[in-house]
């Protein structure tokens, strides 16, 4: 696992100031994991079709909950339209179901960035597909 959480990565990002230090930060903590999340929020040809309900906050410390971003994105299939491997039986109550369950396992930081990333605007100045494109080239994107 990647020893920052995701919002952390996302804050050393937004205090740097040059472009070049930006997209170094991306490619030292720019896993795969850390990849497929910045291409479900900003490809779109990725379609989320989940209900955000209400949720309890986690009141775990950061660092110490029960689930983390880094390894849930690698579930975030469960959510997207046409996925391979979506399962055919999951209902949108089963779906809703479960991203509360992973909302209030996720540090709260860590949920709002979920959030973020399903409704398609990190609120994160300065990261755009140009930037994540010359951090990652190759990165699909769709655009």
């Given amino acids: 696992m990647n020893s920052l959480l995701y919002h952390e990565i996302f804050e050393l990002f937004n205090k740097t100031e040059k472009r070049a230090d930006k997209i170094n930060i991306l490619r030292i903590h720019?896993?795969?994991?850390?990849?497929?999340?910045?291409?479900?929020?900003?490809?779109?040809?990725?379609?989320?079709?989940?209900?955000?309900?209400?949720?309890?906050?986690?009141?775990?410390?950061?660092?110490?909950?029960?689930?983390?971003?880094?390894?849930e994105v690698q579930r975030l299939y469960r959510f997207i339209v046409g996925h391979p491997?979506?399962?055919?039986?999951?209902?949108?109550?089963?779906?809703?179901?479960?991203?509360?369950?992973?909302l209030e396992s996720l540090h709260k930081s860590e949920a709002e960035l979920l959030i973020r990333c399903i409704k398609k605007d990190l609120h994160i100045p300065f990261l755009t597909p140009k930037l994540i494109k010359e951090a990652f080239p190759g990165i699909d994107l769709g655009v």
């Fill in 85 to 102: 491997r979506r399962p055919p039986g999951l209902t949108s109550i089963k779906q809703k179901g479960l991203l509360t369950m992973v």
């Fill in 30 to 71: 720019g896993d795969n994991n850390l990849r497929e999340f910045l291409i479900a929020a900003f490809n779109p040809n990725v379609v989320f079709d989940v209900e955000i309900s209400e949720y309890k906050s986690a009141v775990e410390p950061e660092g110490l909950n029960i689930l983390y971003l880094h390894n």
